[in-house]
Nanobody
């Protein structure tokens, strides 16, 4: 069983920055692709970013390209999401996910086995 715990969320003004962390325990973190998703009130959960187990392959949804950076530290079993130039539309609960099924697209939430409890990010205008 893999436990994922997100942290780093909070309230920030538009244009500000936050760094989310997702610490994993159990399982073999270094072998998992790791992803971030988010869910805004009244909306479906959506893909934000994914990083391969080695860190060599990274993808972002278009709306965050150039503003968000995903990274990982396999020695610390932690994946990060650095969020800069935040906008009110980035307001959502952010979730990390692990252990991607390679028969599914990386942006498909059903591709991932393990999920964290989420951390709230609120961006005020």
């Amino acid at each position: 069983q893999v436990l994922l715990v997100e942290s780093g969320g909070g309230l920030v003004q538009a244009g500000g920055s936050l760094r989310l962390s997702c610490a994993a325990s159990g399982g073999t973190f270094s072998s998992y692709d790791m992803a971030w998703f988010r869910q805004a009130p009244g909306k479906e959960r959506e893909f934000v970013a994914v990083i391969s187990w080695s860190g060599d392959s990274i993808h972002y949804t278009d709306s965050v390209k150039g503003r968000f950076t995903i990274s990982r530290d396999n020695a610390k079993n932690t994946v990060y999401l650095q969020m800069n130039s935040l906008k009110p539309e980035d307001t959502a609960v952010y979730y990390c996910a692990a252990n991607r099924n390679y028969y599914r697209a990386y942006a498909d939430q059903n591709a991932y086995t393990y999920w964290g409890q989420g951390t709230q990010v609120t961006v005020s205008s």
